[in-house]
């Protein structure tokens, strides 16, 4: 599904993502790990379109998706969270979910102005979509607050749907639990299990919440200062020596 | 449940509109005084400029300081096709107005990877590079800083020359702008819009092809301002560079921002207010620029929501002690 091939990113002297190479597929959780400053929300960015790679491909179903606009890369089947929760913060938690479902809806600017009946058709159906999407996170009962007042857990939850309104193949997730407290954290074990089950899609999770990746994840790959370290399943990359002097810290 | 547009029984969405039924029959009740009905005439005309920059400002987010450009595209389109061709007066305001649209589009496309600061000087800049055009035309065609003689609005057959017979046209216009600027913002493209303005990072990440986006805003924003200057030089029958000047684009924002920016009522409260306060400062002339800067900072510190921002604060408000001390009863009944 998602194949990045050598990628490369610098910001001037600083290389943040240096020649790094994973692949996401299938409808299961691969988690992206590291010290804090690995890179691991650039690369993020790079796969979204928010930064151009200096070097390397990215695939997605075979598109080469390097320098496209973030908007197009979402129209195509990859949704995304933002480790800085990045809601539209005045506009009604519903509303957000709504916003999330525009590249699926047909209605043009002539439909928008003159409110034809292909407009109220999908205007019905989406509201009815969100409050579905609403109450699988439990936030139907705040569908008409504005989502800046939200609680910091319920944000992020609000994110989440927001990404899936548009029923993508890939999700991108960054720092979910950021934020969350215990319950909240343990629930979303469960929740992203069952976005899985529910939407057939792929996950790809970036978390420092090591009880969260080595539960959810079937596969992890570590990025320490910008270069992939380790990869592997969670049994491998609890025990490989690297993964664990670039987590607590070499003496040399 | 309260949505946006399902749910409620439709009667009572219009019952607090009924005082507008009053509007038509404004020119019956000021007949002695047609500078009044003059003064309506004029504020339509913002009323419908204002509602275009509202959309590009208001939902989009996007500042521009060229509105008096755009007025004046439509403007000197409209009465320069009408003066060197013999195109009738139907089209060519028809023609200006998707002119300006085009120009607006044109200029938003590389002007939309701009921010607040340097938006604000491209569109200054776009101002005085209009004014600069109609002062210094070739071969004088815009009359220069004489300014040009136009006739007055006649459409198919019917003089609007009048202030009571314009005031209706004129009303048939702003219902309809305004109307379709509602319906606009209440879809698929105002929710863009809108989210564009809060969130350009989430808006792109979230599908939502922004520069496509804010490129439409402005030409929206084009030929609502276009089409009231059109109207605005027909009126009067005579227009001249002072009326376009940057000055001049100032005084749209004030109007927008006094009634409430992103609002539907805004616009028509904000134009209205204006137009009068304006008249009346008209007296003062000396002082005007001075009371224009020290309103403007008066609303921005004491008014950021406009009228229509500020007074829905203060229902909730109002609301929330009612329920306080509905609240409070319960209790102490309990008790």
Redesign the interface.
Known sequence: MLNIDHMTIRFGELIAVNDVSLEVSGARVTALIGPNGAGKTTLFNGISGVYNPDEGQILFNGENIKGKRPSHIHNIGISRTYQIINLFADMPVIDNVITGMHDDLKSNFFDSMFHTRRHRREEKECYEKAHDLLKFVNLEHRAHEAAGSLPYGEQRRLEIVRALASNPKLLLLDEPAAGMNSREKANLDETLREIIERWNLSILLVEHDMDLVMGVSEYIYVLSFGKKLAEGKPSEIQTNPDVIEAYLGGDD | ???L??NRPRYKKYIKFLPLLVVPFLPLLLKNYTYGIMLLCFAQIYVIATTGLDIVYGYTGQITFATSAFFGIGAYGSVLLRKYTAIPMELTILMATLLSALIAMLFAYPVSKLRFAFLSLSTISFNYIFFYFITRSPGGITGDFNGIFVERLKLFGISFKESHHFFYFGLVCVIILVS?KM??V???????F??IK??V??????????RKYKV?AFGFYGAYVAFAGTLYAHFVGFISPETFAEEQSVLYLIMAMFGGLGSDWGPVIGSVSIVWLNDILGYFEKYQLLAYGILLILFIVFLPGGVVGEGKKLVAKINELIKGAKNRKEVDAGA
Do not use: F, K
């Open positions: 449940m309260e949505t547009s399902l379709l319906l606009l209440r879809s698929r493209v105002g929710r863009a809108l989210a809060q969130n990072h989430a808006a792109e990440g979230m599908g939502i092809n922004v439409y």
